[in-house]
């Protein structure tokens, strides 16, 4: 597995994103509070322009329904664009507001203070 | 599909279903016949004689102001597609052979089919007036039509239009000439206008109103002949009209009517409105084909909408039930789902006949009409109430025994339209006093959604009753858009929105629904409770408020509120690191985004006062960054298309310039708007550009629920328009006016006179105390024309709070005001100062390149974002 760096830890402030240019693409490095990092494509397909790293973060419980039928309780964690506001499930790059849409994600790695990202054949080719 | 593909119709084993005509009904039929299934029982075949898939003609008129035919399109292609829906586009069928089962295509094809729905609609009829074959006479139909109608209309020479018919139709053909600018004559056969819907009286008083929009009315006028006319004024038009036969005159316009009262009236254009018959040819061109035809045209249906012949149907206004032809698409929609349930094989589902009011707004004219307009039942009684003065008349037609509503009309004043239409529709019994219904200034007896039974209708397009929209909301649809779309109420003409909303609201309070006022699911609090709480105990930070009185993580609503609310409170730096992730991104880079995620610039131009040299320095900037460069409504200047990574170096050389942020991206205060005053007007009484600098410099940067505007003008005249603006000063001889709570915008309000002759001191007291007052109460983006109307009490209240005191609170909201302006910094200075804070202005965090996907193309001699097949363009070039 390879990995690129791309920037320390304090260069994203707690509940803020950047934009990092990884192999000609536009990946967007989103940290929480709780100094999680996620990372997703930075173009919004919606206002079709390369702005997600500029949203806002934020959390919303939703509910799954398990096999047996239970409902179990999930709070995701998602950017909302800061142009028309739909929102993007920071984990998985689900959109929740049309089902349809799926942004690409991208592992990060965070080792000692510095922010790393695992390429993907995606991101490499 | 192309003719050549013509083979494919009977490819499968299933038989053959073939709809003629996509109009609005036959299209309606489609989508019926998929909802019951009947493509996966047969292969469903559409035959259109238009090039385009149906569209709204209902709106057609529409396509005038936006002329994009596009926008009145009802055919999802994907979804026919999709469903195996064969739409065969410009294909005019001109034989039906019932023996054989089979239909015939312009051009010879035929094609089977086990069921066929005629829905070919109807066709503008055009007396038969000698010269109504010039270019310049058109119908008023499809969009073809109109395309002809634009074509003639938008040459130089033409100016005069007359249209032929004062019904329904032409009213709103009279309608669009006026838009395009014509001289607009509408002739009228009949001694009346709208003689279907209203009764003589009602009818003169449209006219009257119709007159005072600039329409000439002409009724009683029979046409006789069209003179072609050799046009004077037009030398290259000469040509053409030359050759015609019937040439007479030399006239500077192109026709001449001539009425059999030996009158004439000079036009360029000619709109025949007439009627409509319903669209028959193909039998009436094949009278053995072996479909019956109405006395006077139409092809008759019985309660199943079927013809003679029962693999037969005929729907929407070419159908002749009960000798009536229906010129209205919600009966044509029910008769579209009868006919596909009859073919489904659901039987139990008939036609009965449709009612026929109307409520429409003609040229700005209220009018509407229900039942028995004409009182031609026997025994009737009618009710009128008329006012000249006003343009106003309306009448109730009732039985004799005064008990039920049999018809009504309505000009000048609609707003009793739904009530009557309900009680007519649901046979409801008439209160004691029934002209209490139509009087003005009487206490109507309430006829509230909650006194409706279940089965009334509400929206007559889509056949939808209160019952239906009540089991929608009740199985989840909670708001009005959830709905429309489950129940498709609304969705037609519109007319049935408010009632819509008024059922849905009923059946929310119903369903125990309180409205709720939570800022969002992380605060169960509004807005106002939480400005208390963080006051009250001092709270300085989003976590500190989320964990003491929310829950979960926070969003993009609850952050950009409290972030405000903080800054209201005590008016820290917004960019403070624990503030900064709050804001909006329009906060956070301190410019507004754009759609290209490019920002505008907008620097403060006080009371729009401005020196040569600042002028000059904008322009330089504008021109050494290559910006868009716009002036505002708000009396600045505006440079829109700057890069994240731009903006510092921009903004240095402004603040340098003394320019300050002019927070066109806060909400906050925009700007104060003035007019030039005393100082050169020769009107003036005050100086209305020092108060407005006054006043801009004082509360610029306060953070409240929304922007706040402001205006400031020298004399009555009110060129600043300051009775529009949140808070609006004007000059009197003894001092100054106030006005609050104005409002432009999506809901405009005038603002409403607060207190009069202030000196100035008073007068910065009063809106120092208002302000903060706002901040204290509104609710979550609440301008301030929401929140006074908001306010029990009402203007009272508030100038007791504010004049009187009356919460004994005036002392404190002048201190909390004057804190914020106290600590007042320009968050650009403060920014481009500071290293650590300039580094979030790059687009990459780890590369100092730009977004490439910004790109620009020059329009007007200016740059503006390309679009995205510019883009591809570019990219394929570049
Ligand atoms: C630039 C300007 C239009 C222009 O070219 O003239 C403008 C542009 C925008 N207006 Fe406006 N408004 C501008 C004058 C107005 C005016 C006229 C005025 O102020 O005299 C009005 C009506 C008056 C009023 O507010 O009562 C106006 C009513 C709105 C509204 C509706 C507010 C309402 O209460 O209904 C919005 C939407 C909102 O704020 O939620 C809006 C929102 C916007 C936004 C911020 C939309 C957005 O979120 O991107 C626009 C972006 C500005 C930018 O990128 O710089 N703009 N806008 C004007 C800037 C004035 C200034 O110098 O600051
Ligand atoms: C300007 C205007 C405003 C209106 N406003 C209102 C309103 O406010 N409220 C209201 O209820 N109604 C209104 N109407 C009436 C409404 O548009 C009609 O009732 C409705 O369109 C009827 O639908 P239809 O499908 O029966 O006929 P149409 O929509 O006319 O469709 C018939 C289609 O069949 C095609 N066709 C005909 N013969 C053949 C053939 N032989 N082969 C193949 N195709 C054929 C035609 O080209 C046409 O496309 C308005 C109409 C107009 C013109
Ligand atoms: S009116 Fe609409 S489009 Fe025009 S500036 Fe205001 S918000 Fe933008
Ligand atoms: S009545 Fe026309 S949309 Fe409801």
Redesign the interface.
Known sequence: MTTQL??KLE??????G????IEGK?VA?FR??DDQLFALDN?DPF?????LS????????LEDTAEDGSTIKR?V?YI?S??Y?Q?FDLATGQCLDDDGIKLNSHTIILKDNDVLICLKDSLAA | MSKADMSNTNSTNKPNLVVVGNGMVGHHFVEKAIELGLNDTYDIHVFAEEDRPAYDRVYLSSYFEHKDASKLNLVDIEHYDTTAIKLHLNQRIVDINSKNHSITIEGGESVTYEKLVLATGSYPFVPPIEGRDHSHCHVYRTIADLEKILETAQKSNVKKGVVVGGGLLGLEAAKALVTLGLDTYVVEFAPQLMGVQLDPAGGEILKKKIEALGVTVLTGKNTKEIVHNRCISMNHDIHQTAEQPGIHLEKDTFLTMKFTDDTELDTDLILFSAGIRPQDGIMKNNPECGVTLGGRGGILINDFCQTNNEDIYAIGECAVWDNKVFGLVAPGYTMASICAAQIAGDTEKTFTGADMSTKLKLMGVDVGSIGDAHAKTEGSLSYVYQNPNEGIYKKLVTSSDNKKLLGAVMVGDTEDYNNLLQLFLNDIDLPAHPESLILPNVEKPAMGVENLPDTATICSCFNVTKGAICGAVEDGAYSLAEVKSCTKAGTGCGGCAPMVKDVLGYQLTELGFEVNNDLCEHFAYSRQELYSLVRVQGIRTFDQLLTEHGSGHGCEICKPAVASILSSCWNDYVLKTDLAPLQETNDYYLGNIQKDGTYSVVPRVAGGEITADKLIVLGQVAKDFNLYTKITGGQRVDLFGARLEQLPDIWERLVEAGFETGHAYGKSLRTVKSCVGENWCRYGVADSVGLALTLENRYKGVRSPHKIKMGVSGCTRECAEAQSKDFGIIATENGWNLYVAGNGGMVPRHGELFATDLDTETLIKYIDRITMFYIKTADKLQRTSKWRESLEGGLEYLQQVIIDDSLGIAQELEDQMQLLVDNYVCEWKETITDKEKLKRFRHFVNSELGDDNVVFVTEREQIRPATEDEKQVLETVG
């Open positions: 791309i920037c260069d994203i402030i707690p509940e803020g950047v934009c990092a240019l536009q490095i929480t509070k173009y206002s079709k322009a390369n702005v500029r949203g806002l973060i934020g959390g919303t419980f709070e964690i909302a800061p142009i506001k929102r």
